[in-house]
C-alpha cells in the first residue's frame, strides 16, 4: 500500500528559502478563501459582460461572421477570465508562503512560476493593517510609485502597496514586522568604528 504524501508545512518550505545563518521568525500560508472573496466583484463583472455579449449577439437575431465574430471571441474571452479570477486568486494563494526572518520579508511564490520576493527593513516603509473580527487580516509593508504607462511624453504613475494577505494572528504578524523594521533603522544610524 502506497503512503500518502504529505505536504510540506510553510515553515519546511521558508526554511528552504533561507540563507545559511538567516533565522526564521514566521511563515504561514495566506487564506485562499479571503484572497478569493477580493476578486469576487471583478468575476460579477465577468459574469455580466457574457451575459451582455449574450443579449446582444441575441437581439441581432443572426450570429456574427468575420470580425465581429473574432472580436466577440476576444470580449468573451475576457470576461471569462474576470469570471475565474477568484478560482485562480485561490490557485495562487495555495501555492504562497509568507515569511519573516531576523533580516528580511518574504513572500514566496509556487503558481504559476516560482519566484521569491525579498525585502530587507530599509525596504518596509509602511505598516498598514486590516484586521477582521477573527484576529486574521491583511498587512501592508511597503507602498511605492512606479511607472504604469509612458505615452507620447506622458508618465501614469501607480501607487503599489506590497504585504501579506490573509493571514492569521495579524497583529502578531504586525508586531514582527516593525521589530525588523526598527533593527534596521537601529543598524542603519550606528556609527561604524
Known sequence: MAEASVPP????VARAALDPDEHLVWADWPSPVRLARERLPLA??????IAALGGAWLAAG?????????????FVLLGGAALLSPAWAWLVARATIYAITDRRLLILEGFPWRRARSFGPADINLCERTERADGSGDLFFRSGQEIERQDRGRITWRTRRVGFLGIPEVRRVEAAVRVLRERGATESTAVPR
Open 44 to 49: 460579477l463583472f465577468g459574469l455580466l459582460w
Open 9 to 12: 508545512s510553510a515553515l519546511e
Open 62 to 74: 443572426s450570429p456574427p461572421s468575420g470580425f465581429a465574430a473574432a472580436l466577440g471571441a476576444v
